[in-house]
Protein backbone atom coordinates (compact mmCIF):
# COMPACT_ATOMS: atom_id res chain seq x y z
CA UNK A 1 0.00 0.00 0.00
CA UNK A 2 2.99 2.41 0.71
CA UNK A 3 4.52 1.83 -2.63
CA UNK A 4 1.13 2.10 -4.26
CA UNK A 5 0.80 5.56 -2.32
CA UNK A 6 4.02 6.91 -3.19
CA UNK A 7 3.21 5.91 -7.01
CA UNK A 8 -0.02 8.28 -6.88
CA UNK A 9 1.74 11.19 -4.55
CA UNK A 10 4.15 10.99 -8.06
CA UNK A 11 1.60 10.90 -10.18
CA UNK A 12 -0.31 13.85 -8.72
CA UNK A 13 2.78 15.96 -8.12
CA UNK A 14 3.87 15.59 -12.20
CA UNK A 15 0.24 16.15 -12.75
CA UNK A 16 -0.12 19.57 -10.85
CA UNK A 17 3.71 20.43 -12.04
CA UNK A 18 1.89 20.05 -15.61
CA UNK A 19 -1.42 22.22 -14.68
CA UNK A 20 1.08 24.60 -12.97
CA UNK A 21 2.30 25.89 -16.34
CA UNK A 22 1.18 29.24 -16.75
CA UNK A 23 -0.99 30.49 -19.74
CA UNK A 24 -0.66 33.79 -21.64
CA UNK A 25 -3.69 35.64 -20.74
CA UNK A 26 -6.32 36.08 -24.43
CA UNK A 27 -6.13 39.61 -25.81
CA UNK A 28 -9.13 39.29 -28.05
CA UNK A 29 -9.44 41.95 -31.52
CA UNK A 30 -12.53 42.84 -33.20
CA UNK A 31 -12.01 44.48 -36.80
CA UNK A 32 -13.43 43.76 -40.25
CA UNK A 33 -11.69 42.28 -42.31
CA UNK A 34 -12.31 43.44 -45.53
CA UNK A 35 -10.49 47.05 -45.52
CA UNK A 36 -6.89 46.41 -47.40
CA UNK A 37 -4.54 46.67 -46.78
CA UNK A 38 -5.61 47.52 -43.11
CA UNK A 39 -6.98 43.93 -42.38
CA UNK A 40 -8.18 41.00 -44.82
CA UNK A 41 -8.07 37.28 -44.93
CA UNK A 42 -5.31 35.52 -46.42
CA UNK A 43 -5.14 31.49 -45.80
CA UNK A 44 -7.85 31.30 -43.47
CA UNK A 45 -5.95 34.13 -41.28
CA UNK A 46 -6.70 37.58 -40.55
CA UNK A 47 -3.58 39.74 -41.80
CA UNK A 48 -2.60 43.17 -42.97
CA UNK A 49 -1.26 46.41 -41.42
CA UNK A 50 -3.78 46.61 -37.80
CA UNK A 51 -3.39 43.15 -36.96
CA UNK A 52 0.52 43.11 -37.01
CA UNK A 53 1.18 45.91 -35.69
CA UNK A 54 -1.50 44.26 -32.30
CA UNK A 55 0.51 40.90 -32.94
CA UNK A 56 3.81 42.28 -32.07
CA UNK A 57 2.76 44.65 -29.22
CA UNK A 58 0.34 41.65 -27.74
CA UNK A 59 3.68 39.50 -28.22
CA UNK A 60 5.69 41.95 -26.25
CA UNK A 61 2.94 42.45 -23.40
CA UNK A 62 2.22 38.54 -22.64
CA UNK A 63 -0.95 38.02 -24.19
CA UNK A 64 -1.79 35.33 -26.83
CA UNK A 65 -3.90 37.40 -29.77
CA UNK A 66 -7.53 36.23 -31.11
CA UNK A 67 -8.71 38.05 -34.11
CA UNK A 68 -12.87 38.17 -34.45
CA UNK A 69 -13.89 38.88 -38.20
CA UNK A 70 -17.82 41.16 -37.26
CA UNK A 71 -19.13 43.92 -39.04
CA UNK A 72 -17.74 47.11 -38.78
CA UNK A 73 -20.58 49.04 -37.20
CA UNK A 74 -20.10 46.13 -34.31
CA UNK A 75 -16.62 46.48 -33.30
CA UNK A 76 -17.02 49.70 -31.12
CA UNK A 77 -19.85 47.83 -29.73
CA UNK A 78 -18.01 44.76 -28.62
CA UNK A 79 -15.31 46.36 -27.00
CA UNK A 80 -17.32 48.69 -25.38
CA UNK A 81 -19.55 45.23 -24.07
CA UNK A 82 -16.41 43.55 -23.52
CA UNK A 83 -16.77 41.19 -26.29
CA UNK A 84 -13.03 42.28 -27.50
CA UNK A 85 -10.18 43.96 -25.40
CA UNK A 86 -9.05 46.22 -28.45
CA UNK A 87 -11.20 47.33 -31.75
CA UNK A 88 -8.43 47.61 -35.02
CA UNK A 89 -10.01 48.25 -38.24
CA UNK A 90 -9.10 51.05 -39.13
CA UNK A 91 -11.29 53.48 -36.97
CA UNK A 92 -11.25 57.14 -36.96
CA UNK A 93 -11.39 58.82 -33.62
CA UNK A 94 -14.31 61.11 -33.75
CA UNK A 95 -15.47 62.76 -30.63
CA UNK A 96 -18.91 60.64 -30.92
CA UNK A 97 -16.69 57.44 -30.50
CA UNK A 98 -14.44 59.16 -27.55
CA UNK A 99 -17.71 58.91 -25.73
CA UNK A 100 -17.96 55.55 -25.84
CA UNK A 101 -14.30 54.22 -26.19
CA UNK A 102 -10.72 55.14 -25.08
CA UNK A 103 -8.12 55.74 -28.04
CA UNK A 104 -4.45 55.03 -28.25
CA UNK A 105 -2.13 57.10 -29.84
CA UNK A 106 -2.70 57.48 -33.61
CA UNK A 107 -0.23 55.69 -35.95
CA UNK A 108 -1.19 56.53 -39.32
CA UNK A 109 -2.63 59.66 -41.14
CA UNK A 110 -5.14 58.52 -43.85
CA UNK A 111 -7.89 60.52 -46.57
CA UNK A 112 -10.83 59.91 -47.82
CA UNK A 113 -11.07 59.96 -51.46
CA UNK A 114 -13.48 59.57 -54.55
CA UNK A 115 -13.47 57.01 -56.81
CA UNK A 116 -15.33 57.75 -60.20
CA UNK A 117 -15.56 55.54 -63.17
CA UNK A 118 -12.65 55.87 -66.33
CA UNK A 119 -13.55 59.20 -67.86
CA UNK A 120 -16.44 60.44 -65.59
CA UNK A 121 -16.77 64.17 -66.49
CA UNK A 122 -16.28 65.31 -62.62
CA UNK A 123 -13.91 68.01 -62.54
CA UNK A 124 -14.78 69.42 -58.83
CA UNK A 125 -15.95 68.55 -55.81
CA UNK A 126 -18.82 70.31 -55.72
CA UNK A 127 -20.05 68.39 -59.07
CA UNK A 128 -20.83 65.60 -56.37
CA UNK A 129 -23.68 66.70 -54.91
CA UNK A 130 -25.78 65.94 -58.01
CA UNK A 131 -24.02 62.05 -58.31
CA UNK A 132 -25.29 59.13 -56.36
CA UNK A 133 -22.47 58.26 -53.78
CA UNK A 134 -21.44 54.90 -52.27
CA UNK A 135 -19.88 54.45 -49.08
CA UNK A 136 -19.45 51.76 -46.14
CA UNK A 137 -21.76 51.97 -43.77
CA UNK A 138 -20.59 53.57 -40.48
CA UNK A 139 -17.23 54.92 -41.44
CA UNK A 140 -16.03 58.46 -41.35
CA UNK A 141 -16.30 58.99 -45.04
CA UNK A 142 -20.69 57.87 -44.39
CA UNK A 143 -21.01 60.72 -41.93
CA UNK A 144 -18.54 63.19 -44.10
CA UNK A 145 -20.76 62.73 -47.26
CA UNK A 146 -23.78 62.59 -45.11
CA UNK A 147 -22.84 65.80 -43.46
CA UNK A 148 -21.52 68.08 -46.03
CA UNK A 149 -22.15 66.45 -49.35
CA UNK A 150 -25.62 64.44 -49.81
CA UNK A 151 -27.45 61.42 -48.30
CA UNK A 152 -24.89 58.14 -49.68
CA UNK A 153 -26.23 55.02 -50.35
CA UNK A 154 -24.34 52.67 -47.85
CA UNK A 155 -22.86 49.18 -48.08
CA UNK A 156 -21.90 46.17 -45.33
CA UNK A 157 -17.88 46.96 -46.76
CA UNK A 158 -16.06 48.69 -49.53
CA UNK A 159 -15.91 45.80 -51.68
CA UNK A 160 -19.86 45.89 -52.23
CA UNK A 161 -19.82 49.32 -52.51
CA UNK A 162 -16.81 49.95 -55.17
CA UNK A 163 -18.17 46.83 -56.78
CA UNK A 164 -21.86 48.64 -57.52
CA UNK A 165 -19.95 51.49 -59.22
CA UNK A 166 -18.00 48.93 -61.39
CA UNK A 167 -21.65 48.07 -62.48
CA UNK A 168 -22.66 51.43 -62.94
CA UNK A 169 -24.84 51.68 -59.94
CA UNK A 170 -23.23 54.55 -58.75
CA UNK A 171 -21.45 57.33 -59.80
CA UNK A 172 -18.81 57.69 -56.70
CA UNK A 173 -17.58 55.54 -54.07
CA UNK A 174 -16.08 57.77 -51.04
CA UNK A 175 -13.41 55.49 -49.19
CA UNK A 176 -9.80 55.57 -47.76
CA UNK A 177 -7.20 56.20 -49.47
CA UNK A 178 -5.22 53.14 -48.96
CA UNK A 179 -8.09 50.47 -50.00
CA UNK A 180 -9.04 53.27 -52.57
CA UNK A 181 -5.67 52.77 -54.24
CA UNK A 182 -5.99 48.88 -53.79
CA UNK A 183 -9.42 48.72 -56.14
CA UNK A 184 -8.25 51.42 -58.53
CA UNK A 185 -5.30 49.30 -59.14
CA UNK A 186 -7.61 46.04 -59.72
CA UNK A 187 -10.14 47.45 -61.62
CA UNK A 188 -8.13 49.59 -64.68
CA UNK A 189 -11.94 50.64 -65.33
CA UNK A 190 -12.07 52.92 -61.98
CA UNK A 191 -9.70 56.25 -61.29
CA UNK A 192 -8.89 57.90 -58.67
CA UNK A 193 -10.09 61.60 -58.00
CA UNK A 194 -6.73 63.72 -57.10
CA UNK A 195 -8.01 65.69 -54.47
CA UNK A 196 -8.70 63.94 -50.92
CA UNK A 197 -11.97 64.78 -49.29
CA UNK A 198 -10.73 65.13 -46.00
CA UNK A 199 -7.92 63.68 -43.94
CA UNK A 200 -8.10 61.91 -40.76
CA UNK A 201 -6.37 59.96 -37.93
CA UNK A 202 -6.24 55.88 -37.25
CA UNK A 203 -6.02 54.65 -33.88
CA UNK A 204 -6.95 51.60 -31.94
CA UNK A 205 -10.47 51.90 -29.55
CA UNK A 206 -10.00 49.99 -26.14
CA UNK A 207 -12.66 49.75 -23.21
CA UNK A 208 -12.69 53.05 -21.09
CA UNK A 209 -12.60 50.11 -18.04
CA UNK A 210 -8.64 49.00 -19.18
CA UNK A 211 -6.94 52.05 -18.69
CA UNK A 212 -3.67 49.69 -17.81
CA UNK A 213 -4.23 48.08 -21.44
CA UNK A 214 -4.82 51.41 -22.98
CA UNK A 215 -0.80 52.73 -21.16
CA UNK A 216 0.79 50.13 -22.25
CA UNK A 217 -0.07 50.01 -26.02
CA UNK A 218 0.42 53.84 -26.35
CA UNK A 219 3.85 52.92 -24.72
CA UNK A 220 4.91 50.50 -27.12
CA UNK A 221 3.50 52.69 -29.96
CA UNK A 222 6.07 55.22 -29.23
CA UNK A 223 8.53 52.54 -29.53
CA UNK A 224 7.47 51.46 -32.68
CA UNK A 225 7.27 54.92 -33.92
CA UNK A 226 10.85 55.94 -32.70
CA UNK A 227 12.53 52.53 -33.83
CA UNK A 228 10.73 52.49 -37.13
CA UNK A 229 9.06 49.08 -36.99
CA UNK A 230 6.07 50.73 -37.51
CA UNK A 231 6.87 52.58 -40.68
CA UNK A 232 8.60 49.07 -41.97
CA UNK A 233 5.14 47.64 -41.05
CA UNK A 234 2.69 49.66 -43.00
CA UNK A 235 5.26 50.28 -46.07
CA UNK A 236 4.84 46.55 -46.05
CA UNK A 237 1.24 46.06 -46.18
CA UNK A 238 0.81 49.12 -48.58
CA UNK A 239 3.58 47.23 -50.66
CA UNK A 240 1.65 43.80 -50.59
CA UNK A 241 -1.66 44.67 -51.44
CA UNK A 242 -0.16 46.10 -54.66
CA UNK A 243 1.16 42.85 -55.59
CA UNK A 244 -2.06 41.10 -54.37
CA UNK A 245 -3.50 43.48 -56.97
CA UNK A 246 -1.83 42.80 -59.68
CA UNK A 247 -1.85 39.39 -58.72
CA UNK A 248 -5.45 39.48 -58.82
CA UNK A 249 -6.11 41.00 -62.40
CA UNK A 250 -7.47 39.00 -65.31
CA UNK A 251 -5.33 39.16 -68.02
CA UNK A 252 -7.08 36.23 -70.12
CA UNK A 253 -8.98 36.98 -73.03
CA UNK A 254 -12.11 35.36 -74.79
CA UNK A 255 -15.35 34.97 -72.75
CA UNK A 256 -14.06 30.95 -71.19
CA UNK A 257 -10.78 32.20 -70.64
CA UNK A 258 -11.57 34.95 -68.10
CA UNK A 259 -14.21 32.61 -66.43
CA UNK A 260 -11.63 30.00 -65.86
CA UNK A 261 -9.24 32.55 -64.57
CA UNK A 262 -11.59 34.16 -62.52
CA UNK A 263 -12.96 30.54 -61.30
CA UNK A 264 -9.31 29.80 -60.30
CA UNK A 265 -8.73 33.55 -58.56
CA UNK A 266 -11.81 33.38 -56.89
CA UNK A 267 -12.35 29.78 -55.61
CA UNK A 268 -8.77 28.04 -56.51
CA UNK A 269 -6.01 30.45 -55.60
CA UNK A 270 -4.93 29.80 -51.71
CA UNK A 271 -7.76 27.49 -51.50
CA UNK A 272 -10.35 30.11 -51.06
CA UNK A 273 -13.36 27.48 -51.45
CA UNK A 274 -12.63 26.28 -47.90
CA UNK A 275 -14.36 29.91 -46.94
CA UNK A 276 -17.47 28.35 -47.95
CA UNK A 277 -17.13 25.01 -47.36
CA UNK A 278 -16.46 25.96 -43.38
CA UNK A 279 -19.61 28.65 -43.66
CA UNK A 280 -21.81 25.95 -45.22
CA UNK A 281 -21.19 23.70 -41.66
CA UNK A 282 -21.82 26.65 -39.84
CA UNK A 283 -24.80 27.82 -41.53
CA UNK A 284 -26.44 24.05 -41.58
CA UNK A 285 -25.22 23.84 -37.56
CA UNK A 286 -26.79 27.06 -36.28
CA UNK A 287 -30.12 25.77 -38.53
CA UNK A 288 -31.19 22.29 -37.55
CA UNK A 289 -30.24 23.30 -33.56
CA UNK A 290 -32.64 26.44 -34.50
CA UNK A 291 -34.70 24.46 -36.27
CA UNK A 292 -34.99 21.99 -33.15
CA UNK A 293 -35.58 24.92 -30.66
CA UNK A 294 -37.99 27.15 -32.30
CA UNK A 295 -39.90 23.24 -32.65
CA UNK A 296 -39.68 22.67 -28.67
CA UNK A 297 -40.28 26.42 -28.29
CA UNK A 298 -43.37 26.66 -30.99
CA UNK A 299 -44.86 23.46 -29.66
CA UNK A 300 -45.42 24.58 -25.93
CA UNK A 301 -46.56 28.13 -26.54
CA UNK A 302 -48.98 26.83 -29.07
CA UNK A 303 -50.33 24.45 -26.96
CA UNK A 304 -50.37 26.55 -24.06
CA UNK A 305 -52.79 29.36 -26.46
CA UNK A 306 -55.45 26.55 -27.81
CA UNK A 307 -55.74 25.46 -23.70
CA UNK A 308 -56.30 28.92 -22.99
CA UNK A 309 -58.13 29.53 -25.84
CA UNK A 310 -60.45 26.16 -25.14
CA UNK A 311 -60.62 25.61 -21.65
CA UNK A 312 -60.16 29.30 -20.09
CA UNK A 313 -56.60 28.04 -18.06
CA UNK A 314 -53.07 29.08 -17.84
CA UNK A 315 -54.04 32.54 -18.16
CA UNK A 316 -50.62 33.81 -16.74
CA UNK A 317 -48.58 31.64 -19.09
CA UNK A 318 -50.90 32.60 -22.15
CA UNK A 319 -50.17 36.13 -21.34
CA UNK A 320 -46.45 35.34 -21.51
CA UNK A 321 -47.11 33.46 -24.27
CA UNK A 322 -48.39 36.94 -25.68
CA UNK A 323 -45.96 38.98 -24.81
CA UNK A 324 -43.75 36.81 -26.00
CA UNK A 325 -45.18 36.59 -29.48
CA UNK A 326 -45.56 40.28 -29.85
CA UNK A 327 -42.00 41.23 -28.86
CA UNK A 328 -40.22 38.39 -31.04
CA UNK A 329 -42.49 38.93 -34.25
CA UNK A 330 -42.47 42.68 -34.30
CA UNK A 331 -38.88 43.36 -34.60
CA UNK A 332 -36.10 42.48 -36.60
CA UNK A 333 -33.81 38.99 -36.46
CA UNK A 334 -30.63 41.08 -36.96
CA UNK A 335 -31.87 43.41 -33.79
CA UNK A 336 -33.14 40.29 -31.50
CA UNK A 337 -29.52 38.62 -32.34
CA UNK A 338 -27.08 41.88 -31.69
CA UNK A 339 -29.41 42.36 -27.98
CA UNK A 340 -28.69 38.72 -27.07
CA UNK A 341 -24.98 39.32 -28.23
CA UNK A 342 -24.12 42.61 -27.09
CA UNK A 343 -26.43 43.04 -23.99
CA UNK A 344 -28.34 39.92 -22.70
CA UNK A 345 -24.36 38.36 -23.09
CA UNK A 346 -22.73 41.21 -22.94
CA UNK A 347 -20.94 40.21 -19.60
CA UNK A 348 -20.82 36.51 -20.09
CA UNK A 349 -18.25 34.93 -22.88
CA UNK A 350 -20.59 32.60 -24.30
CA UNK A 351 -19.54 30.89 -27.75
CA UNK A 352 -21.15 32.79 -30.95
CA UNK A 353 -22.18 29.93 -32.32
CA UNK A 354 -24.47 28.87 -29.60
CA UNK A 355 -25.62 32.78 -29.20
CA UNK A 356 -26.90 32.73 -32.54
CA UNK A 357 -28.35 29.13 -32.53
CA UNK A 358 -30.19 30.74 -29.20
CA UNK A 359 -31.65 33.85 -31.36
CA UNK A 360 -32.97 32.30 -34.33
CA UNK A 361 -34.38 29.40 -32.05
CA UNK A 362 -36.23 31.95 -30.17
CA UNK A 363 -37.16 33.83 -33.17
CA UNK A 364 -38.41 30.75 -35.25
CA UNK A 365 -40.70 29.68 -32.12
CA UNK A 366 -42.90 32.53 -32.04
CA UNK A 367 -43.65 31.82 -35.91
CA UNK A 368 -44.14 28.21 -35.26
CA UNK A 369 -46.21 28.52 -32.05
CA UNK A 370 -48.70 30.67 -34.52
CA UNK A 371 -48.43 27.81 -36.85
CA UNK A 372 -49.13 24.84 -35.04
CA UNK A 373 -51.89 27.06 -32.90
CA UNK A 374 -53.32 27.65 -36.43
CA UNK A 375 -53.32 23.91 -37.20
CA UNK A 376 -54.79 23.03 -33.96
CA UNK A 377 -57.83 25.29 -33.85
CA UNK A 378 -58.47 24.42 -37.85
CA UNK A 379 -59.48 20.78 -36.30
CA UNK A 380 -62.96 20.76 -35.77
CA UNK A 381 -63.94 21.22 -32.30
CA UNK A 382 -66.36 18.15 -31.88
CA UNK A 383 -63.00 15.92 -32.13
CA UNK A 384 -62.30 17.35 -28.81
CA UNK A 385 -65.58 16.57 -27.13
CA UNK A 386 -65.88 13.21 -28.89
CA UNK A 387 -62.48 12.22 -27.24
CA UNK A 388 -63.70 13.92 -23.72
CA UNK A 389 -67.14 11.73 -24.17
CA UNK A 390 -64.51 8.76 -24.82
CA UNK A 391 -63.29 8.88 -21.69
CA UNK A 392 -59.85 11.07 -22.45
CA UNK A 393 -58.74 13.64 -20.72
CA UNK A 394 -57.82 17.20 -22.60
CA UNK A 395 -54.59 16.29 -22.71
CA UNK A 396 -54.95 12.89 -24.48
CA UNK A 397 -57.63 14.01 -26.23
CA UNK A 398 -54.78 17.04 -27.66
CA UNK A 399 -51.99 14.27 -28.10
CA UNK A 400 -53.62 11.27 -29.71
CA UNK A 401 -56.66 13.48 -31.75
CA UNK A 402 -55.83 16.86 -31.91
CA UNK A 403 -51.85 17.37 -32.39
CA UNK A 404 -51.51 14.59 -35.18
CA UNK A 405 -53.87 15.94 -37.38
CA UNK A 406 -52.77 19.81 -37.31
CA UNK A 407 -49.43 18.03 -37.44
CA UNK A 408 -50.37 17.19 -40.94
CA UNK A 409 -52.27 20.11 -41.93
CA UNK A 410 -49.80 22.79 -40.85
CA UNK A 411 -46.59 21.10 -42.48
CA UNK A 412 -46.19 22.94 -45.31
CA UNK A 413 -46.14 26.05 -42.99
CA UNK A 414 -44.18 24.88 -41.15
CA UNK A 415 -41.51 23.96 -43.86
CA UNK A 416 -41.73 27.52 -45.14
CA UNK A 417 -40.60 28.98 -41.76
CA UNK A 418 -37.63 26.64 -42.37
CA UNK A 419 -36.84 27.25 -45.63
CA UNK A 420 -37.11 31.15 -44.11
CA UNK A 421 -34.84 30.22 -41.28
CA UNK A 422 -32.15 29.10 -43.31
CA UNK A 423 -31.78 32.20 -44.88
CA UNK A 424 -32.04 34.50 -42.06
CA UNK A 425 -29.18 32.74 -40.86
CA UNK A 426 -27.11 34.80 -43.30
CA UNK A 427 -27.31 38.44 -40.63
CA UNK A 428 -24.35 35.60 -38.28
CA UNK A 429 -21.75 37.52 -39.75
CA UNK A 430 -22.72 40.78 -37.46
CA UNK A 431 -21.68 38.46 -34.32
CA UNK A 432 -18.19 37.57 -35.68
CA UNK A 433 -19.73 34.54 -37.06
CA UNK A 434 -18.06 32.94 -40.74
CA UNK A 435 -21.42 31.70 -42.23
CA UNK A 436 -22.00 31.11 -45.76
CA UNK A 437 -22.67 34.59 -46.36
CA UNK A 438 -19.79 35.78 -44.17
CA UNK A 439 -17.88 33.50 -46.65
CA UNK A 440 -18.50 35.21 -49.67
CA UNK A 441 -17.77 38.59 -48.18
CA UNK A 442 -14.28 37.07 -47.43
CA UNK A 443 -13.77 35.78 -51.14
CA UNK A 444 -15.15 39.59 -51.99
CA UNK A 445 -12.88 41.55 -49.91
CA UNK A 446 -9.89 39.41 -51.90
CA UNK A 447 -10.45 39.35 -55.38
CA UNK A 448 -12.92 42.57 -55.21
CA UNK A 449 -14.82 40.56 -57.98
CA UNK A 450 -18.37 40.32 -56.47
CA UNK A 451 -20.40 38.48 -59.52
CA UNK A 452 -18.76 35.00 -58.91
CA UNK A 453 -18.37 34.56 -55.03
CA UNK A 454 -22.25 35.93 -54.36
CA UNK A 455 -23.24 33.31 -57.62
CA UNK A 456 -21.83 30.30 -55.37
CA UNK A 457 -23.56 31.63 -52.42
CA UNK A 458 -27.18 31.77 -53.82
CA UNK A 459 -26.51 28.55 -55.27
CA UNK A 460 -25.60 27.12 -51.91
CA UNK A 461 -28.37 28.09 -50.88
CA UNK A 462 -30.82 27.38 -53.60
CA UNK A 463 -29.10 23.82 -52.97
CA UNK A 464 -30.37 23.34 -49.91
CA UNK A 465 -33.41 24.78 -49.96
CA UNK A 466 -34.24 22.35 -52.65
CA UNK A 467 -32.89 19.26 -50.68
CA UNK A 468 -35.46 20.42 -48.06
CA UNK A 469 -38.21 21.25 -49.65
CA UNK A 470 -38.08 17.85 -51.28
CA UNK A 471 -37.76 15.82 -48.04
CA UNK A 472 -41.00 17.94 -46.83
CA UNK A 473 -42.75 16.65 -49.64
CA UNK A 474 -41.82 13.67 -49.29
CA UNK A 475 -42.64 13.53 -45.46
CA UNK A 476 -46.18 14.63 -46.82
CA UNK A 477 -46.62 12.28 -49.06
CA UNK A 478 -45.70 9.53 -46.62
CA UNK A 479 -48.61 10.98 -43.86
CA UNK A 480 -51.15 10.86 -47.48
CA UNK A 481 -50.19 6.97 -47.65
CA UNK A 482 -51.16 6.81 -43.68
CA UNK A 483 -54.91 8.47 -43.95
Avoid at 57 to 85: N, P, R, T, W
Avoid at 445 to 455: E, G, K, N, V
Wanted: hydrophobic share 45%.
Amino acid sequence: MKHIFAVLLLLTTLFMTGCGKEKKPKLIMVTNAAFPPYEYMVNQRIDGIDPEIVRRIADKLGYELEIHDMAFEAVIAAVQSGKGDIAASGITVTEERKKQVNFTIPYVVANQMVILPKNSPVKDLAELKKLRIGVQHGTTGDLYVAKNIREPERFANGALAVAALSAKKLDAVVIDQEPAEVYVRQMPQLQLFGKPLTSEEYAFAINKENPELLGHFNEELHKMKEDGSLAAIIAHYRSESGKTASQNAIVAEGFFGKLQESLYLNFFKDKRYMYLVKGFGITLYITVFAVLMGLVIGFAVAVIRSTADQTGKWKLLNLLCKIYLTVIRGTPVVVQLLIIYFVIFGTVNVDKVLVAIIAFGINSGAYVAEIIRGGIMSIDRGQMEAGRSLGLSHRQTMEQIILPQAFKNVLPSLGNEFVVLLKETSVAGYIALQDLTKAGDIIRSQTYDAFLPLIAVALIYLALVTLLTSLLTHLENRLKKNE
